[in-house]
């Protein structure tokens, strides 16, 4: 199968503190690919790296057949536009309705008329779960569930190959985090998409992830799907994963 990212011999440090240490992965494409580990073993600085929102300091990143580590400055920007990044928080813009969120990526980055924004956005609005009338309302009038599609909408407004979800489901009652699983199901299969996903929820690992790398004392301890983990000589996977029926 082909890999759509490979990570191999990376390394990670903060002045004197170093987070990684050879590190080797490869994203499957069409998969929903995970991340995971204990806090503080830098998966979400790993997801940063990739979307080149973070400096590593050795070893090598591969997305879409571009190394990170010598890239000019149009690939760059080309391969921006090839992925979209849902952040924890959302991050969306508290000034702007849900509408001109999810349309700044196409004002910003295309020459589409602003008719067919406005389509794109509607239909994008739409495919996340989302009402038509959602689009005026302002971040601070809706739901976190909401505030989470909402972000995901923008995510998808360039209709990326890759997805990139940093622990979309935090913060999310129950109910709306399975429902939110669902959609990333749903999304994957419609769109065609890669998917890399930084979780530590349980119930969303089993429900929606292929394959994961745990990342655990600064290299990847396991890679593979979720059946075999259960082997691994690991004090976080034994303990994190220990409520599971086999």
């Known amino acids: 199968m082909e890999n759509i990212i490979e990570v191999k011999g990376l390394k990670t440090q903060f002045d004197e503190r170093v987070i990684h240490e050879n590190i080797t992965l490869s994203v499957p494409k069409g998969s929903i690919y995970g991340l995971l580990g204990p806090s503080g073993c830098g998966k979400t600085t790993l997801l940063k790296e990739m979307v080149m929102l973070q400096e590593f300091h050795g070893g090598e990143i591969e997305v879409l057949g571009k190394r990170l580590q010598e890239i000019s400055y ?10 979209g990044v849902l952040f924890q928080a959302g991050a969306l813009f508290s000034s702007l309705s849900i509408r001109d969120n999810i349309a700044l990526p ?10 067919m ?36 909408a923008r995510a998808l407004a360039m209709d990326p190959k890759l997805l990139f979800l940093d622990e979309p489901t935090s913060g999310l009652d129950p109910i709306s985090a399975r429902d939110f699983d669902a959609l990333i199901l749903k999304l994957r299969d419609l ?31 396991y890679e593979g799907n979720l059946d075999n983990i259960f082997g691994v ?14």
């Open 117 to 152: 924004i406005s389509e794109i956005v509607a239909f994008k609005i739409n495919i996340v779960g989302l009402k038509a009338s959602d689009a005026y309302l302002y971040p601070s009038q809706i739901s976190g569930g909401m505030k989470k599609k909402a972000a995901l």
């Open 106 to 115: 196409l004002v910003e980055y295309s020459n589409l008329s602003e008719a």
């Open 233 to 246: 000589e690991n004090n976080f996977i034994k303990t994190f994963f220990s409520g599971v029926q086999r």
């Open 191 to 221: 769109l065609g998409l890669t998917i890399v996903m930084v979780s530590h929820d349980l119930r969303s690992i089993y429900d929606t992830l292929d394959c994961a790398a745990v990342l655990d004392d600064k290299k990847v301890v």
């Open 74 to 83: 149009d690939d760059a920007m080309g391969l921006r536009r090839q992925w």
